[in-house]
């Protein structure tokens, strides 16, 4: 008796983890070990296709010398600044349509639903 819980906590143990390895296993292979490969080859000079040449950090030292890598800094950040106003810049039209339905709704009905 005490075997079969034993087995069944187990299952019960290991079942979420045989779920998400797929999911995680694909993750890594996608996502985290092309970011560490980008980083291992930014260390070099290297054209994609003739032999690398250890260069260190001397790549970041040419790009924070760059005018052309502070305008495009620049421009992702007013990107992103704007793309993560866009869901709270929706979410506030949805409460206020709300807001101004439930406050008065035949108005916002008469306005959208009128008989022509």
Request: hydrophobic share 55%; glycine share 4%; charged share 15%.
């Amino acid at each position: 008796m005490r075997e079969n819980r034993t087995k069944r906590w187990n299952q019960r143990d290991i079942a979420p983890w045989l779920f998400l390895a797929p999911g995680i296993l694909i993750f890594l292979i996608y996502v985290i070990i092309p970011i560490f490969q980008s980083v291992w080859i930014s260390f070099f000079d290297w054209d994609g296709l003739g032999p690398k040449t250890w260069v260190g950090v001397d790549n970041y030292v040419n790009l924070l010398d760059d005018d052309s890598f502070y305008t495009s800094l620049k421009n992702n950040i007013i990107w992103l600044v704007l793309y993560m106003l866009a869901i709270p810049a929706s979410l506030a039209v949805a409460f206020s349509t709300v807001i101004m339905l439930l406050a008065q709704p035949r108005l916002f009905f008469a306005g959208c639903c009128a008989k022509v």
